[in-house]
C-alpha cells in the first residue's frame, strides 16, 4: 500500500496530478484544495496518499496533510460517500471547517459539496459526530467540550445567534465558547450576550 510520494509534480488536471517518482508517474485524485497548494509542474512535492483497491482498479488519493487524509478515511466510512464525493467535500471545507460543521450539526455547510444533498449531509454530521470526539476546534475548544451547546439553554441561544443572521457554525463555535467560560449552567441571557460579545470581535 502507498501511503505518501514524494517526487516532481509531472502535470496537473481539473481534479487530478502525476507525480514522477524514479522515472515512474503516479497518477493521484486530489480535492481542489489540495491541487490549489501543489507547486507547479517541474517542482519537487510530498504528498499523503491513500490507496484504494479494487477488483477493477487501483487507485490513489493525494492529500496536502496527514489531516486532509485523515478526514478522507472517516467521510469515506458514511454510507452513500464514496472517494470523489469525499474529495468534493474537502474542495469546500478545511478539516477544521469539517471539525466544526459535524460539532455543530450544521448539515447546510456539508452540503455546498458538489454531490451532496441534504440528506446525505444529514447522515454524514450524525454518524461523523461521536468520532470526531477531541478534535480541536477553531479558537482552542475541543469538540468533547461543548456540552453546554447541546442543553436546551444553548440550542436556543444557537437559535438566537442564527436569527440574528449569523452561521449555525460560528454561533455554535462561540456558545460552545461561552459554556467553557461561563459554565455548563449559565442562563440562557448570559450565553447569548457572550455570544454577540464573541461575534463582535
Given at each position: 500500500m502507498i501511503a505518501r510520494l514524494s517526487g516532481i509534480?509531472?502535470?496537473?488536471?481539473?481534479?487530478?496530478a502525476v507525480i514522477d517518482v524514479g522515472g515512474v508517474g503516479y497518477l493521484?485524485?486530489?480535492?481542489?484544495?489540495?491541487?490549489?497548494?501543489?507547486?507547479?509542474?517541474?517542482e519537487a512535492v510530498q504528498v499523503a496518499v491513500e490507496?484504494?483497491?479494487?477488483?477493477?482498479?487501483?487507485?490513489?488519493y493525494g492529500f496536502v496533510d496527514a489531516a486532509e487524509?485523515?478526514?478522507?478515511?472517516?467521510?469515506?466510512?458514511?454510507?452513500?460517500?464514496?472517494?470523489?464525493?469525499?474529495?468534493?467535500?474537502?474542495?469546500?471545507l478545511t478539516a477544521d471547517e469539517l471539525v466544526q460543521a459535524v460539532a455543530a450539526q450544521d448539515k447546510a455547510a456539508v452540503a455546498r459539496a458538489n454531490g451532496v444533498?441534504?440528506?446525505?449531509?444529514?447522515?454524514?454530521?450524525?454518524?461523523?459526530?461521536?468520532?470526531?470526539?477531541?478534535?480541536?476546534?477553531?479558537?482552542?475548544?475541543?469538540?468533547?467540550?461543548?456540552a453546554s451547546s447541546a442543553t436546551p439553554d444553548g440550542e436556543e441561544a444557537i437559535s438566537a445567534l442564527v436569527n440574528l443572521g449569523y452561521s449555525r457554525g460560528d454561533a455554535f463555535n462561540a456558545i460552545a465558547k461561552a459554556g467553557k467560560e461561563l459554565?455548563?449552567?449559565?442562563?440562557?441571557?448570559?450565553?447569548?450576550?457572550?455570544g454577540l460579545k464573541e461575534m463582535s470581535q
Open positions: 509534480v509531472g502535470e496537473l488536471g481539473e481534479d487530478f493521484i485524485f486530489c480535492s481542489s484544495r489540495t491541487l490549489s497548494r501543489m507547486p507547479a509542474v517541474g490507496t484504494h483497491v479494487r477488483e477493477d482498479h487501483i487507485h490513489l487524509r485523515a478526514w478522507f478515511r472517516l467521510l469515506t466510512t458514511v454510507q452513500g460517500v464514496g472517494a470523489r464525493v469525499g474529495l468534493a467535500i474537502l474542495s469546500v444533498g441534504p440528506k446525505l449531509a444529514g447522515r454524514i454530521v450524525t454518524e461523523l459526530r461521536d468520532k470526531v470526539g477531541g478534535m480541536a476546534l477553531g479558537g482552542g475548544i475541543d469538540v468533547s467540550e461543548t459554565g455548563q449552567q449559565a442562563p440562557l441571557e448570559s450565553l447569548i450576550r457572550f
